[in-house]
């Protein structure tokens, strides 16, 4: 085992989104960025199997149209040992497709791999399709949504989370593997990790460097429209007199509705 | 692959049965305005008499690749069968069951294919050029967006229970059976454990009773299931009292069940956009809060400003009373 591969996505930070109340379109310009939760989780299993086979050396890949250094540093304070960022600057609306095929062209330029992990799915878009969309243009095996993994011997051994049954499956490396929230719980640096941190090499690359082409990138799909949904609902406050008054009020109308009973 | 001039229909795939027969109402809808052809596509072995019923649910033929070799769903396999079909027969949309398997089946196919894939569609429509519309939250639960294709196939995965499951009907539907030749499969499968069956799906529950962060206890849990026996319902709760706490072993939220039952009652939970998002097409809302600000009252159809530890007894016993 000599590298592993981390997708990380700068993702917007969606608990601190803001609605323009009057048109419900969202404010994404300037909206916080963060690491998205998952591969937050991809990476601390990165540095897990590193703390259990010696001689690792654990890299991140980013695709980003802005400069995602604060972002980086978290991930190089955390355990990574080196940061790729594919600059996508002046190249609008990139799919997944396109997003998929930038990540993989920088994975064969990092060289060497054992492992490529992702998070399973990405806090903002939420898609869920960059992971096994590297791995079909990689030709690699793919194990997803995993929630336990373990190396030995040049295969990976996984228990993916399934609807109703989980399933342990295991391949033979290289091999991308996504992987859920419930597979640990990611550390948080410590300053002197930090400190650290700040010696570490980000490499950045524009897509020329790849030898990537604008209209290879060109979307598949395209967004009409993203509204903050209308909720629709009632909002009778249920008030006054005793507990006992207010809840047989909220009886009669969940009644009427014909929502309890039969 | 380009835009394509020709329509050579819709197509439904999914490795649960469940959910091809909730996509095939709605295919059937979206075929019949388009004027063209459903297909189904049944792949696995001794799936004969599985694959004779898909009629009954609205296609209009069913392609079945029937083969001891699959007789599990394997990714590398299954997606050889897919690709094989779709590249020679030209399918116009291809609606993929969008569980643990079906996504990432839909994300190797669209790759393979060099088309587009709109994942997790709540809803479908085709506009007036008779392309597909998908809709899906996005951002978190702060948006819904409509997403269409540049390319062909269009390719949509469609999440359980967004569509109905149709009545079966009297009608009859062509069977073509295939033989495909499969990739070999690059993963191999070590075990497979039934997961601890949580009883029932909550995804099914007419009723939902939810807590959040304002339930301090982990026994204070009976408050709900009291309540829940009233109205036959289940017990849900919002992530961090499954992930933090782990009280529960599952959430209801984006990130967990998305539910729709008659009655959401959402008890000492804030109401945080990812919960809501799992809540949304509930039919009534009911919020009981301590915190008269909380943002819970903003999407519900009732709401009361209280301890829930006061409300749920008072509630359940006039309930009780009343329904008597």
């Known amino acids: ?262 | 692959m380009s835009m394509m001039s020709e329509n050579k229909g819709i197509w439904v795939y999914s490795d649960s049965h469940d959910l091809t027969l909730e996509m095939l109402g709605k295919g059937r809808k979206l075929a019949d305005q388009l004027k063209t052809q459903l297909t189904a596509i049944m792949i696995g072995y001794d799936v004969q008499g599985k694959a004779a019923e898909l009629a009954k649910y609205g296609a209009d033929k069913v392609y079945m690749v029937d083969n001891p070799v699959l007789t599990r769903f394997q990714s590398d396999m299954y997606l050889s069968v897919l690709y094989d079909l779709a590249v020679n027969q030209k399918p116009d949309i291809i609606l993929v069951g969008s569980t643990k398997n079906g996504k990432p089946l839909a994300a190797r196919l669209a790759t393979r294919l060099e088309t587009g894939c709109v994942p997790d569609c709540n809803r479908l429509s085709v506009d007036e050029k008779g392309k597909l519309v998908g809709e899906r939250i996005t951002y978190g639960g702060n948006a819904i967006a409509r997403v269409t294709f540049n390319t062909k196939p269009q390719i949509a995965t469609v999440p359980a229970r967004a569509f109905e499951k149709p009545e079966p009907q009297d009608r009859q539907g062509q069977l073509v059976k295939l033989d495909v030749k499969t990739d070999p499969p690059k993963t191999e499968l070590v075990e497979t454990k039934p997961l601890q069956a949580s009883s029932a799906r909550i995804e099914e529950a007419e009723a939902i009773i939810s807590c959040g962060r304002g339930l301090t206890k982990k026994e204070d849990k009976a408050l709900l299931d009291e309540l829940a026996g009233v109205v036959r319902g289940q017990v849900g709760c919002t992530r961090p009292l499954a992930e933090d706490r782990k009280w529960f072993t599952e959430w209801v939220g984006l990130s967990g069940h998305k539910v729709k039952p008659k009655l959401y009652i959402a008890c000492g939970l804030s109401g945080v956009i990812q919960h809501v998002a799992g809540i949304r097409d509930s039919k009534v809302i009911v919020a009981i809060n301590k915190d008269p600000e909380a943002p819970i009252f903003e999407i519900a159809d009732y709401g009361v400003v209280g301890d829930l530890y006061e409300v749920l007894p008072a509630l359940k016993d006039a309930l009780k009373k009343m329904l008597q």
């Open chain 1, 1 to 262: 085992m000599k590298r592993i591969i981390v997708c990380l996505k700068q993702a917007v930070d969606v608990s601190q989104l803001k609605v323009d109340a009057a048109t419900r379109q969202l404010i994404t310009a300037g909206a916080p960025r963060k690491i998205s939760d998952f591969d937050k989780n991809a990476l601390e299993e990165a540095i897990r199997i590193r703390e259990k086979l010696a001689n690792v050396q654990i890299v991140t890949l980013t695709m980003s149209s802005e400069d995602p250094k604060t972002v980086l540093r978290e991930a190089l304070a955390m355990g990574a040992d080196k940061a790729y960022v594919v600059n996508n600057a002046g190249v609008e609306g990139i799919d997944t497709s396109g997003t998929a095929y930038v990540l993989a062209e920088a994975a064969k330029k990092v060289g060497q791999f054992d492992l490529i992990l992702c998070g399973e799915t990405s806090l903002d878009s939420f898609s869920g399709l960059v992971g096994s969309r590297i791995a079909e243009l990689l030709k690699l095996p793919q194990i997803t949504s995993v929630r336990k993994l373990s190396i030995e011997s040049g295969t990976v051994t996984a228990e993916r989370a399934l609807e109703d049954a989980s399933e342990t499956v295991k391949a033979k490396m290289p091999a991308l593997v996504t992987v859920t929230r419930e597979i640990n719980q990611p550390r948080i640096p410590s300053l002197m990790m930090i400190m650290k941190a700040s010696k570490k090499e980000i490499v950045t690359w524009a897509l020329a460097d790849l030898g990537i082409q604008k209209e290879k990138l060109a979307p598949k799909i395209e967004v009409i429209e993203a509204l903050a949904p209308k909720m629709e609902r009632k909002k009778v406050k249920i008030t006054g007199g005793t507990v006992q008054e207010i809840v047989e009020k909220l009886a009669r109308a969940l009644i009427q509705e014909g929502v309890v009973g039969r």
